[in-house]
């Protein structure tokens, strides 16, 4: 069957009526459960002229405006990116810089101290107006000062909290939980020879690798008691995992060692290019499958999606980072 690439950028001005864009020439999304922001870079032919206003499309693009971007074939449009407008360079083929629903969560300033606190009370404290999932756990006392949302969420996706936030496409509820605590239940299959472009994979095997589990136990109190296994293993790889009220450096031995049988697995690590059907996004299952070597043959979480779509080129691709094997 053959393929005709379509799009749809609907853009809703802070202070006008909402219009469509179907010319474009290149959309390129990065979403990843790792960073905060989803990002999308739209570019347009030079000085386009929005339909039925005759005004240049560089009149509507303030900050904050409202965009959504959907790409398929045939007609079947998908919503690809929702969030809004951040800033334009329009010197010569107008290309927009949007970010998700993040973008809102970095305009805010908060000051407040929380003792002995749940990391629930300090999320709905500074997003009160979104829903939340949430990882049920302590944070002990914790100073905010001066300090945007995004800011905040930030400093938890660092080391010793190690737990990420991010909205899932097209959601205004705010995930907050420590990585593959989020996972959809969607899965794809990826068959290397027939619906994929190209790859960038490499087999692991776990008899020529070294990896190393650093366990972080996270205590009532809002103290962190953390241990590495094996130690002493120079230039390993190293995994980390959350748990919850383990007391004991001997508590955190055992659950190192069981979840190194988890990790120390033989599989895919890199990406696969895909086109743009299956419509796959950070948190769900890829199936990938070869026929070269059908003992490869493996489930994995999906990390991180980069969306490109080239009008000019009929190019429609996704680059799919791997991460964990189920």
């Known amino acids: ?169 097209g959601s205004k509820v705010l995930h907050v939980g420590f990585p593959y605590r989020f996972k959809s239940s969607n899965r794809h299959i990826l068959h290397l020879q027939r619906n994929t472009k190209n790859e960038s994979l490499e087999y692991r095997n776990i008899e020529a690798d070294q990896i190393q589990v650093r366990v972080i136990s996270h205590l009532d109190n809002g103290q962190i008691l953390e241990t590495l296994h094996p130690k002493n293993l120079d230039g390993a790889s190293q995994r980390t995992l959350n748990v919850m009220n383990v007391e004991t450096v001997q508590e955190l031995e055992a659950y190192a060692k069981a979840e190194l049988d988890r990790f120390n697995f033989s599989g895919y690590e890199g990406n696969i290019t895909s086109f743009g059907i299956p419509v796959v996004r950070h ?11 059908p003992e490869r043959n493996g489930v994995y979480l999906v990390d991180e999606v980069i969306t490109e779509f080239n009008s000019s080129s009929a190019d429609f691709k996704r680059v799919i980072n791997i991460g964990l094997k189920v």
């Open 283 to 293: 948190g769900d299952e890829v199936d990938i499958r070869d026929a070269r070597y």
């Open 1 to 169: 069957m053959y393929l005709v690439l379509n799009s749809l950028i609907t853009i809703t001005p802070v202070d006008g009526p909402v219009f469509e864009i179907r010319s474009i020439q290149d959309v390129r999304i990065k979403s990843s459960w790792k960073n905060l922001t989803s990002t999308c870079e739209i570019t347009l032919p030079r000085a386009y002229k929005v339909e039925n206003r005759n005004r240049d499309i560089r009149d509507f693009l303030t900050a904050g405006t409202a965009i959504e971007v959907q790409l398929g074939y045939n007609g079947d449009l998908q919503t690809e990116f929702s969030g809004y407008v951040t800033g334009f360079d329009g010197s010569g083929p107008i290309t927009i810089d949007c970010e998700d629903e993040m973008w809102r969560l970095k305009r805010t300033n908060l000051n407040k101290v929380f003792y002995k606190s749940k990391l629930r009370d300090l999320i709905e404290f500074v997003v009160p107006e979104y829903q939340t999932e949430i990882e049920e756990v302590s944070i002990g006392d914790f100073e905010i000062r001066n300090a945007t949302a995004a800011q905040v969420l930030k400093e938890f996706s660092e080391h010793p909290y190690n737990m990420f936030s991010y909205f899932p496409l």
